[in-house]
């Protein structure tokens, strides 16, 4: 649905059409998740050693990870006026993630 046809909708339906899409949004989070988590029981099964990084180890890698997201925010490009704005997009959803999962 464009937001034409939404604006056009009386306040009551805009309701309920947020609140199934909340819903769907919920519904997808869930089954996403226990996706992974099934995929990380794969890999265990396989015998694959997972390792998790330690607190210095994350630090490097999320500062390493900052050079590349300022790179990507000041190449030329498409949305590059938008990039700020889906960074952290991205990054609240990894953090809702994250508190969700408690990882």
Known sequence: MNLKTFNALPPD???VV???GR????????????EYMMSLDTVD??????TRFSKEEMD???KECNVV????LNMDGPWKAKRPELL???KAAVAKY???TGK
């Open 98 to 100: 994250r508190a969700f």
């Open 45 to 50: 099964l396989s015998g694959v050693k997972r």
């Open 18 to 20: 947020l609140d199934v």
């Open 23 to 34: 819903e769907l949004q919920q519904m997808v989070s869930l089954s996403t998740t226990a």
């Open 69 to 72: 997201e300022e790179a990507w």
């Open 13 to 15: 339906l805009q309701k």
């Open 88 to 90: 952290s997009a991205a």
């Open 60 to 62: 490097l890698a999320v």
